[in-house]
């Protein structure tokens, strides 16, 4: 058993370090061609150097720069083309945002005030806590997720979206499926794993409502009229094909019993974070950046290089979450070693986004979109870099099984991908409703609650997590002076957690406001500050 | 369309090259481990407390994997057990092995709190045993009735946590979810053990 187990495990170490050697050959030697070139694959005619920000949809008449009038027409129709399943999947993403901030806020307060609504077994607190952590995965995230992705597919490909109904019937067996995995676990039908609660009889209607958006991307690129594919475009078609075969292969019923359900588990776990929501998260950041800096990104072979190592890392890190555990040691190394390799994708991610970023920084004071984009970003470098020193054993035997824990996964799904799709509906919203976001003050509250309320948030489960783990490891500690311990840093996660929520009312109310077209009917874009857009404008220019 | 098709299907063997490691290989080595002698199956009131169990999601706060001692000595020390070993969990489907420790590991909560009624009362209200616990109440899996019937596992609950009047038995559910947690002993021997930590554990007790 064990030479056989070596062997494969020699066998996949090779092919891995072949596989990786073959790219940065094949980067190296132009294989993949184009270069600069494919990173300009976003812009029209004449666009580079001006910044697309979110204003309504730019036509020639209202437009005095010189960009290629017919290839302006095209995006405004492209736009337009993807309208309606784009604003299907992005407002079902807002209304499980708001019921998902709901039901987090209340496990949070659980915890601090444990006879809070104790008496009714709908709102006890293991069950409150998974329907929190599932309409925020698969409703808010990936909801938006696809949505933003549906925008985006048209554009890439500089074509009008083809199937766009096919993606609309999805959102709406998503939105059914998520309805019913909610209902089943509040009535105590969970499956009973984390990430796979939902039975998985509610699950077969996620992978159709998947399958159905895989139809439009699939077609819309066989349409496509662009040389390269920009590299938005890898990470969603990839990002696409892995979530149905993960998702169904982890929800089979009853094929792994015990100790190995615990690997499946961890392994799908992971990888919605890293092979669903991240390729996501960052595909939009590739394209948000440079789209409203006006300017490529710096390195078109160094995304290529993060995209696939992406792929072949990211997809082996899950069992990380069970080092100590009942489960072989070569498995959990494995994992270790791959959490740990993450760091070359995502350096490389980090170097394009910020160093696109570089000397623009100050675009940042009047870009929502931006702002949101860019803090997105610099929080994935932050916690995915935290994430790789979380698996090695010497920080996990302190961390795993305390608050840490938890942080760092808000860290992630909320600073990073939630900041993101936040900049990206304010990007996409203006261009689908021929229509300004009616209030600039609610997009600087909006902004600044969720900015503060994570913030308090991450810091106060790390610093209380550690401590945690900290007095776990010493067994002289009583186990109810660390419950002691931890309770200050439980409740300023519930103020973190209640500013977050309270920023998704206004964000909610402003996306409400916009859907009914309230305010004036303006030409300009709603930014931050108003009135420096054509100063901004020029000085970009001159950095030409 | 063909270069698009290309980065599908490269992503898609990435997942499969990761299946292979990840999914396929564990299950072919864990499916032949030992099956330790002593470990018994679920009876059919242990296996509905676990469906329980799982229903009001016990797992978000409490693991049941005590760590290797040469990873961590504390879990022992704790009287939490010896390492857990993959043929422990044989009858475990879902597992239920947690990622959270707010309460302490429940491997052999069973061996630790053998009473049935420290257990009903802590799932009553856990601050009537437990000073400051933060552990949820089970109110809602017990009755309050008037007069017991025969047969009612009456709970006596200390002033002042019990109702201003009535008596508190235990339903069907509470005495199902007792037996899993009573169940939750895994203090015999576990062969595969790796020889130099099982002789360890072993001198340290359960």
Same mark, same amino acid.
């Given at each position: 058993?064990?030479?056989? $187990?070596?062997?494969?495990? $020699?066998?996949?170490?090779?092919?891995?370090?072949?596989?990786?050697?073959?790219?940065?050959?094949?980067?190296?030697?132009?294989?993949?061609?184009?270069?600069?070139?494919? /990173?300009?694959?976003?812009?029209?005619?004449?666009?580079?150097?001006?910044?697309?920000?979110?204003?309504?949809? *730019?036509?020639?008449?209202?437009? %005095?720069?010189?960009?290629?009038?017919?290839?302006?027409?095209?995006?405004?129709?492209? %736009?337009?083309?993807?309208?309606?399943?784009?604003?299907?999947?992005?407002?079902? /993403?807002?209304f499980w945002l708001l019921v998902g901030?709901?039901?987090?806020?209340?496990?949070?307060?659980?915890?601090?005030?444990?006879? =809070?609504?104790? %008496? @009714?077994? &709908?709102?006890?607190?293991?069950?409150?806590?998974?329907?929190?952590?599932?309409?925020?995965?698969?409703?808010?995230? @990936?909801?938006?997720? *696809?949505?933003?992705?549906?925008?985006?597919?048209?554009?890439?490909?500089?074509?009008?979206?083809?199937?766009?109904?096919?993606?609309?019937?999805?959102?709406?067996? &998503?939105?059914?499926?998520?309805?019913?995995?909610?209902?089943?676990?509040?009535?105590?039908?969970?499956?009973?794993?984390?990430?796979?609660?939902?039975?998985?009889?509610?699950?077969?209607?996620?992978?159709? !409502?998947?399958?159905?958006?895989?139809?439009?991307?699939?077609?819309?690129?066989?349409?496509?009229?662009? /040389?390269?594919?920009?590299?938005?475009?890898?990470?969603?078609?990839?990002?696409?094909? &892995?979530?149905?075969?993960?998702?169904?292969?982890?929800?089979?019923? !009853?094929?792994?019993?015990?100790?190995?359900?615990?690997?499946?588990?961890?392994?799908?776990?992971?990888?919605?974070?890293?092979? &669903?929501?991240?390729?996501?998260?960052?595909?939009?950041?590739?394209?948000?950046?440079?789209?409203?800096?006006?300017?490529?990104? $710096?390195?078109?072979?160094?995304?290529?290089i993060g995209f696939w190592s992406l792929?072949?890392?990211?997809?082996?890190?899950?069992?990380?979450?069970?080092?100590?555990?009942?489960?072989?040691?070569?498995?959990?190394?494995?994992?270790?070693?791959?959490?740990?390799?993450?760091?070359?994708?995502?350096?490389?991610?980090?170097?394009?986004?910020?160093?696109?970023?570089?000397?623009?920084?100050?675009?940042?004071?009047?870009?929502?979109?931006?702002?949101?984009?860019?803090?997105?970003?610099?929080?994935?470098?932050?916690? @995915?870099?935290?994430?790789?020193?979380?698996?090695?054993?010497?920080?996990?035997?302190?961390?795993?099984?305390?608050?840490?824990?938890?942080?760092?996964?808000?860290?992630?799904?909320?600073?990073?991908?939630?900041?993101?799709? +936040?900049?990206?509906?304010?990007?996409?919203?203006?261009?689908?409703?021929?229509?300004?976001?009616?209030?600039?003050?609610?997009?600087?509250?909006? +902004?600044? =609650?969720?900015? $503060?309320?994570?913030?308090?948030?991450?810091?106060?489960?790390?610093?209380?997590?550690?401590?945690?783990?900290?007095? =776990?490891? %010493?067994?002289?500690?009583?186990?109810?002076?660390? *419950?002691?311990?931890t309770l200050p840093y439980l409740e300023?996660?519930? =103020?973190?957690?209640?500013?977050?929520?309270?920023?998704?009312?206004?964000?909610?109310?402003?996306?409400?406001?916009?859907?009914?077209?309230?305010?004036?009917?303006?030409?300009?874009?709603?930014?931050?500050?108003?009135?420096?857009?054509?100063?901004?404008?020029?000085?970009?220019? *001159?950095?030409? | 369309?063909?270069?698009?098709?290309?980065?599908?299907?490269?992503?898609?063997?990435?997942?499969?090259?990761?299946?292979?490691?990840?999914?396929?290989?564990?299950?072919?080595?864990?499916?032949?481990?030992?099956?330790?002698?002593?470990?018994?199956?679920?009876?059919?009131?242990?296996?509905?407390?676990?469906?329980?169990?799982?229903?009001? #999601?016990?797992?978000?706060?409490?693991?049941?994997?005590?760590?290797?001692?040469?990873?961590?000595?504390?879990?022992?020390?704790?009287?939490?057990?010896?390492?857990?070993?993959? #043929?422990?969990?044989?009858?475990?489907?879902?597992?239920?092995?947690?990622?959270?420790?707010?309460?302490?590991?429940?491997?052999?909560?069973?061996?630790?709190?053998?009473?049935?009624?420290?257990?009903?009362?802590?799932?009553?209200?856990?601050?009537?045993?437990?000073?400051?616990?933060?552990?949820?109440?089970?109110?809602?899996?017990?009755?309050?009735?008037?007069?017991?019937?025969? #047969?009612?596992?009456?709970?006596?609950?200390?002033?002042?946590?019990?109702?201003?009047?009535?008596?508190?038995?235990?339903?069907?559910?509470?005495?199902?979810?007792?037996?899993?947690?009573?169940?939750?002993?895994?203090?015999?021997?576990?062969?595969?053990?790796?020889?130099?930590?099982?002789?360890?554990?072993?001198?340290? #007790?359960?």
């Amino acid at each position: 058993m064990t030479p056989t $187990i070596a062997i494969l495990l $020699i066998i996949t170490f090779v092919v891995s370090a072949v596989g990786l050697l073959l790219l940065i050959w094949s980067i190296a030697t132009n294989q993949f061609g184009h270069g600069s070139l494919a /990173a300009r694959t976003i812009f029209l005619e004449g666009e580079e150097g001006h910044s697309e920000d979110p204003a309504r949809t *730019v036509t020639p008449e209202t437009t %005095d720069d010189n960009i290629d009038a017919d290839e302006l027409r095209a995006r405004g129709q492209a %736009d337009l083309s993807s309208r309606r399943a784009t604003m299907a999947w992005l407002g079902s /993403a807002v209304f499980w945002l708001l019921v998902g901030s709901g039901y987090g806020l209340l496990t949070s307060a659980k915890f601090h005030w444990p006879e =809070l609504l104790a %008496d @009714s077994e &709908w709102l006890t607190f293991g069950r409150v806590r998974p329907m929190h952590l599932n309409a925020v995965a698969y409703g808010w995230a @990936s909801m938006a997720g *696809v949505g933003t992705a549906i925008f985006l597919i048209p554009r890439l490909f500089k074509t009008a979206l083809v199937g766009g109904r096919y993606a609309l019937t999805g959102a709406g067996i &998503w939105n059914l499926g998520m309805l019913l995995g909610l209902v089943s676990i509040n009535l105590g039908l969970s499956d009973g794993e984390e990430w796979l609660e939902f039975p998985w009889q509610v699950d077969i209607l996620f992978v159709i !409502g998947g399958a159905l958006c895989a139809i439009p991307l699939v077609l819309t690129a066989a349409n496509r009229r662009v /040389a390269h594919l920009y590299v938005t475009s890898w990470y969603l078609l990839a990002a696409l094909v &892995w979530f149905p075969i993960l998702f169904l292969l982890a929800n089979l019923p !009853g094929l792994f019993p015990g100790a190995s359900g615990a690997t499946v588990n961890w392994w799908f776990a992971h990888n919605v974070l890293g092979l &669903w929501v991240t390729p996501i998260g960052v595909g939009i950041a590739y394209y948000m950046i440079p789209k409203i800096l006006g300017r490529p990104i $710096i390195s078109y072979q160094l995304s290529l290089i993060g995209f696939w190592s992406l792929a072949l890392f990211y997809s082996q890190v899950g069992i990380h979450h069970l080092v100590g555990g009942p489960v072989p040691t070569w498995l959990v190394t494995l994992s270790i070693v791959h959490s740990v390799m993450m760091s070359i994708p995502v350096i490389t991610v980090a170097i394009n986004h910020h160093g696109t970023m570089w000397g623009h920084f100050g675009m940042l004071r009047r870009s929502p979109t931006l702002r949101f984009v860019w803090i997105g970003a610099l929080m994935y470098t932050v916690s @995915s870099l935290q994430g790789s020193m979380e698996a090695l054993r010497s920080v996990n035997v302190i961390t795993h099984f305390t608050h840490y824990t938890v942080g760092h996964a808000h860290l992630g799904m909320y600073a990073f991908l939630s900041m993101i799709l +936040f900049g990206a509906i304010y990007f996409i919203m203006p261009r689908l409703l021929n229509w300004e976001w009616p209030w600039r003050p609610l997009i600087t509250l909006h +902004f600044w =609650l969720v900015s $503060i309320g994570i913030l308090i948030y991450v810091v106060a489960l790390s610093v209380g997590g550690w401590l945690q783990g900290l007095s =776990l490891l %010493d067994a002289d500690t009583p186990f109810m002076d660390i *419950v002691r311990l931890t309770l200050p840093y439980l409740e300023a996660r519930t =103020l973190g957690g209640a500013l977050m929520t309270l920023g998704h009312l206004v964000f909610a109310v402003h996306f409400v406001a916009m859907l009914t077209r309230r305010g004036k009917d303006r030409r300009q874009p709603t930014l931050f500050r108003a009135g420096e857009r054509q100063h901004k404008h020029s000085s970009v220019e *001159v950095q030409q | 369309m063909k270069r698009a098709l290309a980065i599908m299907v490269g992503a898609a063997l990435i997942l499969l090259l990761a299946m292979l490691t990840l999914v396929a290989m564990p299950y072919v080595q864990l499916s032949s481990e030992a099956v330790p002698e002593q470990l018994e199956p679920y009876t059919t009131a242990q296996q509905r407390g676990r469906d329980l169990y799982i229903a009001n #999601g016990c797992v978000y706060c409490h693991s049941q994997q005590p760590r290797d001692p040469g990873f961590s000595n504390a879990d022992s020390e704790r009287g939490w057990g010896r390492p857990s070993v993959p #043929g422990d969990y044989t009858f475990d489907q879902p597992h239920l092995m947690g990622t959270m420790r707010t309460g302490p590991d429940l491997f052999n909560i069973g061996a630790r709190q053998p009473s049935v009624d420290w257990q009903l009362l802590h799932l009553y209200n856990p601050r009537a045993v437990v000073e400051d616990s933060i552990m949820p109440a089970y109110r809602f899996l017990f009755r309050v009735v008037d007069t017991p019937a025969e #047969g009612d596992h009456v709970v006596k609950i200390p002033d002042p946590y019990g109702p201003e009047s009535g008596t508190v038995v235990a339903t069907r559910e509470a005495l199902e979810l007792t037996s899993y947690l009573l169940a939750l002993d895994h203090t015999y021997p576990a062969s595969t053990l790796p020889q130099a930590e099982a002789s360890q554990a072993q001198g340290e #007790g359960r």
